[in-house]
Protein backbone atom coordinates (compact mmCIF):
# COMPACT_ATOMS: atom_id res chain seq x y z
CA UNK A 1 0.00 0.00 0.00
CA UNK A 2 1.20 3.27 -1.02
CA UNK A 3 0.70 5.84 1.77
CA UNK A 4 0.65 9.42 1.50
CA UNK A 5 2.97 10.60 4.47
CA UNK A 6 5.98 9.33 3.98
CA UNK A 7 8.44 7.80 6.77
CA UNK A 8 9.79 10.82 8.99
CA UNK A 9 12.91 12.57 8.45
CA UNK A 10 12.15 14.69 11.18
CA UNK A 11 11.75 13.74 14.39
CA UNK A 12 8.41 16.07 14.88
CA UNK A 13 6.24 14.82 11.55
CA UNK A 14 6.32 11.30 13.47
CA UNK A 15 2.49 11.82 13.95
CA UNK A 16 1.09 12.04 10.50
CA UNK A 17 2.75 8.70 9.27
CA UNK A 18 1.68 6.79 12.83
CA UNK A 19 -1.83 7.66 12.59
CA UNK A 20 -2.27 7.51 8.29
CA UNK A 21 -0.79 3.70 8.81
CA UNK A 22 -2.59 3.10 12.52
CA UNK A 23 -5.71 3.85 11.24
CA UNK A 24 -5.38 1.87 7.57
CA UNK A 25 -5.11 -0.96 9.89
CA UNK A 26 -1.61 -1.98 8.61
CA UNK A 27 0.25 -3.30 11.43
CA UNK A 28 3.16 -4.03 9.13
CA UNK A 29 3.03 -0.36 7.99
CA UNK A 30 3.34 0.61 11.59
CA UNK A 31 5.95 -2.13 12.63
CA UNK A 32 7.99 -0.26 9.63
CA UNK A 33 8.33 2.69 12.61
CA UNK A 34 9.55 1.17 14.84
CA UNK A 35 13.91 -0.07 15.41
CA UNK A 36 14.94 -3.52 15.30
CA UNK A 37 15.87 -3.26 18.64
CA UNK A 38 12.67 -1.37 20.05
CA UNK A 39 10.56 -2.00 22.94
CA UNK A 40 7.20 -1.57 23.88
CA UNK A 41 6.05 -0.30 27.58
CA UNK A 42 2.91 -2.80 28.25
CA UNK A 43 0.12 -1.30 30.47
CA UNK A 44 1.42 -3.33 33.66
CA UNK A 45 4.45 -2.29 32.74
CA UNK A 46 6.84 -4.53 31.46
CA UNK A 47 9.06 -3.89 28.77
CA UNK A 48 8.40 -5.98 25.55
CA UNK A 49 11.00 -6.95 23.40
CA UNK A 50 9.17 -9.33 21.27
CA UNK A 51 7.84 -7.60 17.90
CA UNK A 52 6.09 -10.10 17.48
CA UNK A 53 4.33 -9.05 20.17
CA UNK A 54 4.53 -5.40 19.86
CA UNK A 55 2.79 -6.09 16.24
CA UNK A 56 0.05 -8.26 18.15
CA UNK A 57 -0.90 -5.68 20.28
CA UNK A 58 -1.35 -3.11 17.69
CA UNK A 59 -3.25 -5.57 15.65
CA UNK A 60 -5.59 -6.42 18.76
CA UNK A 61 -6.31 -2.14 19.28
CA UNK A 62 -6.86 -1.90 15.20
CA UNK A 63 -9.33 -4.38 15.12
CA UNK A 64 -11.67 -2.23 16.99
CA UNK A 65 -11.62 -0.09 13.50
CA UNK A 66 -12.20 2.73 15.36
CA UNK A 67 -9.27 5.30 14.09
CA UNK A 68 -7.12 6.96 16.55
CA UNK A 69 -6.31 10.80 17.05
CA UNK A 70 -2.85 11.71 18.14
CA UNK A 71 -1.21 15.38 18.92
CA UNK A 72 2.33 16.13 19.51
CA UNK A 73 2.41 18.06 22.54
CA UNK A 74 6.89 18.63 23.10
CA UNK A 75 9.09 16.85 20.39
CA UNK A 76 12.96 17.36 22.14
CA UNK A 77 15.77 16.43 19.82
CA UNK A 78 19.56 15.98 20.53
CA UNK A 79 21.42 14.65 17.74
CA UNK A 80 20.10 11.38 16.78
CA UNK A 81 17.66 11.00 19.83
CA UNK A 82 14.38 12.60 20.36
CA UNK A 83 11.48 12.46 22.90
CA UNK A 84 8.17 12.74 22.04
CA UNK A 85 5.17 13.49 24.36
CA UNK A 86 1.99 12.34 22.09
CA UNK A 87 -1.60 12.73 23.38
CA UNK A 88 -3.36 10.23 22.01
CA UNK A 89 -6.76 8.72 21.84
CA UNK A 90 -9.51 5.88 20.66
CA UNK A 91 -12.52 6.84 21.21
CA UNK A 92 -15.96 5.22 19.53
CA UNK A 93 -18.02 1.95 19.97
CA UNK A 94 -16.49 -1.64 19.45
CA UNK A 95 -17.30 -4.31 17.15
CA UNK A 96 -19.10 -5.95 20.37
CA UNK A 97 -21.26 -2.67 20.26
CA UNK A 98 -19.43 -1.54 23.64
CA UNK A 99 -18.16 2.05 24.28
CA UNK A 100 -14.17 2.23 24.07
CA UNK A 101 -11.73 4.96 25.64
CA UNK A 102 -8.20 3.92 25.41
CA UNK A 103 -5.63 7.18 25.24
CA UNK A 104 -3.10 9.07 27.48
CA UNK A 105 -0.24 11.11 26.95
CA UNK A 106 2.74 8.82 25.45
CA UNK A 107 6.58 9.21 26.14
CA UNK A 108 8.40 7.63 23.49
CA UNK A 109 12.01 8.21 22.20
CA UNK A 110 12.86 7.70 18.86
CA UNK A 111 16.23 7.86 16.99
CA UNK A 112 17.29 8.76 13.45
CA UNK A 113 18.93 5.98 11.66
CA UNK A 114 21.84 5.97 9.18
CA UNK A 115 19.26 5.93 6.36
CA UNK A 116 17.79 9.19 7.75
CA UNK A 117 14.56 7.68 9.18
CA UNK A 118 13.35 8.32 12.72
CA UNK A 119 11.42 5.17 14.25
CA UNK A 120 10.74 4.06 17.77
CA UNK A 121 13.39 2.89 20.16
CA UNK A 122 10.88 2.70 23.10
CA UNK A 123 7.28 3.14 22.42
CA UNK A 124 5.66 4.07 26.61
CA UNK A 125 2.61 4.52 25.17
CA UNK A 126 0.92 5.29 28.65
CA UNK A 127 3.51 7.65 29.87
CA UNK A 128 3.81 8.25 33.66
CA UNK A 129 0.61 6.94 34.27
CA UNK A 130 0.48 4.36 37.17
CA UNK A 131 0.46 0.96 35.44
CA UNK A 132 -1.83 -1.87 36.20
CA UNK A 133 -0.57 -5.33 37.72
CA UNK A 134 -0.33 -8.38 35.31
Not at 111 to 118: E, F, P, Q, S, Y
Amino acid sequence: MSYSHPLPTEAAAMVAPLLERFNAGDVDAVMALYEPEAVAIAPDGRTVTDHTEIAADLERVMSLGIPMKATARHVFVGDDIAQMVLDWSIDGTGPDGEPVHLGGSASDILRRGTDGIWRYIIDNNLGTAVRQSA
